[in-house]
């Protein structure tokens, strides 16, 4: 581990690359003993778009062309679509070139497949971007989940509901897009719910043994907007008026883990009035809890002895990463995910070590999104 | 319609029996135009417990043997075990009594065909108590969905959530057994979810078409409690020490109506920290709403060119039935869907009209719990 | 103590009268060691009215002339507007009736002293309806407080707030005038709240020794609706076009308690979008509780060790009353605080003693409504 | 305004310093046309923390004479204890150096009153940093009354809770000393109601013209932390083992605004269980609102045609300064609301312009400050 500060290669500007890039510019105050990094090169299609994200972002150049990119770097952001996870990814874990990769880990599970192999294959420390594992809260509660205080899991429940196309008039996007996303809101959502209520209850509960899912696509298709943005995060630019809708505006799925705990899973893009709502619940034997990413500085907490849920404010000195941060109820955001998960995975590369979660755990997880489909398509539950 | 007051035949005195008890004690003075009603007799096995709660609950005399009772009354209640709803309310419809029957309508689906078929033939009302429709709040959000303020309907999620069995030592009950009960949390909480989804989006929706089922058992057995009650509500008196458990502790199902709404369901008796947390949660294109039985005077409800949804306390006078009541602000109970429904059951049965919910909803019900089944057993999903 | 019902003579024969008959109805089927009663004559003033209330709220006959009814009857229910609770209850105790009076006790100072002065010299029970401290919650939140478990008390906040008066053109009752009801949302909420924070931490925290209060009348005249109800409750009929209110809308007020705990106070009928929203917060050194009458089933409680505070549904068998009606989460309503009070007011009655709250409750809190008055008047703070 | 960046100098290193230095340094990215600025020299008395602050906080150098530096940058944070505001504000302000000061604005209404008549005398922009109005919540809910939404403002409520001093072993800090802080709670939390509250209905209701106040100390002295940390933000240091509270753990307030509005005012550091709870309601005519700190991103808005209060997360693109963070419902935190305060600062310094809120308004605050305290003196309602 040098002095040298580990240069970054970040593909995508956009709302991940902002939200990535400023947790990189926050480090230094916030996590001073964070490896130094230097955002070196920012990677997209449309020049212009490109340079004036460099700028205002702090990278020193960007660049077109990821190929020529990824062993030039020491760390390789890929913030990119779906379906642009795989290639570069696997190029920079051959080039010991240290991997960020939003999730879902791929658009399909045979590129996950060949993610995660370059990855076992590669000196490199490689990462997926669960984000919310991070959360103060979510800590807190594994931390007490790991130490049995709700018990043996009976339930688990997962809820992300979006709203953002219940409009039949929302302009088609790649997020529409099978080809590009592999998923619509399945993979997009679905994918940080499955992940999240693994990595909660998996060391307790076991995996999913068995699933059962359901698919639905409300609007068929949709409106192709003006000028088409022609950036790798778009991935638009047709002219043609509408566009067909191929992945699912919304799913639903009921596992089971293999302790005999029962779950129930839902993501859509169609529920009216909710913008990011992002909840977990788990029911124990000893005590329950509940999460909403809106309130993402809460836990609701119901242990042995309470007679209610406790409304907790997870902002106190000796929570998870708030020592950082700022006194008991000065609540932090939606962003300060990213910051966390960047310290850890920063750590993590610097020392050579492994980051939690890693593309075996991306690829778990597009496993499950896999059996999910299958299940719709063939009206099956489906062993995992 | 005569002066005469109804005679009313009343099987179970123990928790249904006292909500339906008081409720005809307080329609006089609350609905004074209902038809006027006399408890003439209540029927169950020991004859200590049943003439106290006669006495307590204002029956006249009471009566060990149905049989001999049911074409005496000009009212039926059947708040007896799931197993004996059918051949008591059969036997009444067939000398053209009144029967108003608890829920699920029966522990088995070939039960709940002979019970419709029965009331198809019978000149009588044949009531289901499916008392949650008889919320304001309900019958408030049900007006709203029909005149389309919600739009096309998208999302379904009913749970229904408590936590009484969670303790392994606590006792066995009829209500464990598949052979009184017919099924576990699937009937007994779960046929009130899904007749409120049916009542509150049927009309706009259509009906369930497919639907996929789950259900589990944490406990196997439970203990059985010393003297065993006797009662036709207890089903008990068993010496064994322990005594298998052979229903479902909880269950989860997803389903799709005709019009393309994906529903999730769930009920569980393992939820820990939930006491009676029926919730019920609608997504349309033009609105959302959300309902929860703990705070039944409320309705959180988001229509067009509202920001978020609104907490409403529906208790104002132009409410449903809130008139009847108390001023905006001060909430009425649980037991207040009892009145509500008997109000509207004997208004029915006085005036020899149908009561909704009637014997054929009751049925319709049962076959979605009977699917519900089958999909668990099978590992596949039904068409309904 | 005889075996005859306990004969009742009530007047008033609207919001109250039912609120209170019904208790009296319900008593037999859940409180069944409760004294016997009969409703024996209602009292007022419009006899066609008043014998339609009395055939739907089960009442043997009916009376115009209270005076000729008060030593007639066991117990006199008070329930007039406030200047017609001085002289009926007066009357009824020199007769050693027994008097249930609701709150305020009266609409001056003087009245009340008097009708202490006439409580303290007769035999019978005399008691003021202070119903709120029936609540189970509220007697379980008291308990904990005895106890101990939330230490000593620091700050107690006590609201009323409702929205009846917020139009200019709402009509003008006896509610709004000085001569009658002695005060506005003071007199008619603000009792309630003193009289239930002075319950709930008087034995802790000692009397309230200084206060300092605001009144405010937004509106200042009425318009006076159309035919007048000509009854004792709405003590109307005026032909005029508007009428003054010479009454507050609002009051806002802070104490010092004698233990050094601060209080602040409000209650107020201009608060928009509030129907009934009577809330209770108290901190303490080791707990803190938060309690709401639109969720009277809950109480927000936060004790040593706990770290935010938990939604308590206190509808548990063991809490306050709950046994007498349904599992736990099945929910009761504002109505049952008066059974809840009629059962203890009838019991102390018919074993002649002292009924909590009384008269010497009744008139503490009315000096502590003048001294608010007073306060604001003057410009001073006022030593109680 | 040329394109030089503007000079920092910052006096205080710790918590506000912090959240400063990290909104200067996130301008660039979310904020690219905010005036640049440069972090020129950080200002304490412990040379060792605060070369070590510097170093993190991105400042070039130090000093520990402000009387040298106010002079030699162009814009001087003033962060340091209330008692140090005035005369290094008032050099700066004469140096025509931009002044941004923590509030309250001094520690006694007399500098206050030097401070503004320093910053009317002063050609340099002199801000106090009232950090609350810059919540996009607050921003937008200001707009909504300005434009008649609320209608004629009839209450007014303002709390600011927090725990931290329950514990009776909690140390001393200069935070009870009047010698330093002036007031307890009320300067601390208070001027942040007070502002806020003003802020918002100002525009409607007019000024406070009378109010009454109470303020209490709970514990009389507290212990001295060992080493004592020697700096300007601790001031402590001594070595006695206690050292007595000076100022209020807490206070109370009532107002009455030009309108006629009433308000209640209250904050405590002994409100267990509470860690920042800084809430704000508005009840107007038309409509009401209701705001807490810890959930600072939600507004709670009930206008005309609504029948409950709607729950807003006010997180949408269009959401005062929204646009600049992440999509809808991905929360921001608390340290934004510097971000945007500093955003706003600058640029008005930077175009020559006041700032909102001013010193002005900072004095206007420590006269109501000031008024409370003499109310509770002298036990008076005091004319404003």
Redo the contacts between chains.
Sequence with gaps: MSDEPLSVGMLGYR?MG??H??AL??L???F?EAPATERDVLIGRDEEALSEAAD???FDRVSTDWESVVDEVDVFYNLGPNNLHADPSIAALEADTHVFCEKPLAHTLADAERMRDAARESDATAGVAFNYRFIPAIQYAKNLIDAGE?GEI??V?GQY????L?DPTAPWSWRNSAEVAGSGALGDLGAHTIDLTKFLVGDRAGDIT?L?G?L?T?VDERPVAGGGEGSLESGGGESAETREVTVDD?Y???A?FEN?A???Y?A?R????????HTVEI??????LKFS??????LE??LEG????????V??ADDPYIDR????????????TFVHENYEFLSAAAAGEAHAPDFEDGYRVQELLAAIEESDEH???VAV
Excluded: Y
């Excluded at 509901?161 to 953002?164: H, K, P």
């Excluded at 700022?326 to 300060?336: F, S, T």
């Design positions: 709302f902002e939200a890039s400023n510019a926050r230094p105050m916030f001073p205002r972002l702090g709700l009976h339930h429940r509901l979006q709203d953002w219940v068995r059962s359901q639905q409300f919304a639903t799925a009921q089971e005999g029962i779950a129930t839902e859509s169609f529920a009216t009035g909710c913008k990011n709502d029911n124990g034997s000893n005590g329950s990413l809106e309130r993402l500085n809460e907490l119901l309470d007679r209610g849920f406790q409304t907790i404010n902002t106190e941060w700022w006194p008991a109820g000065h609540i932090i955001g939606w962003e300060h009206g099956e539950w």
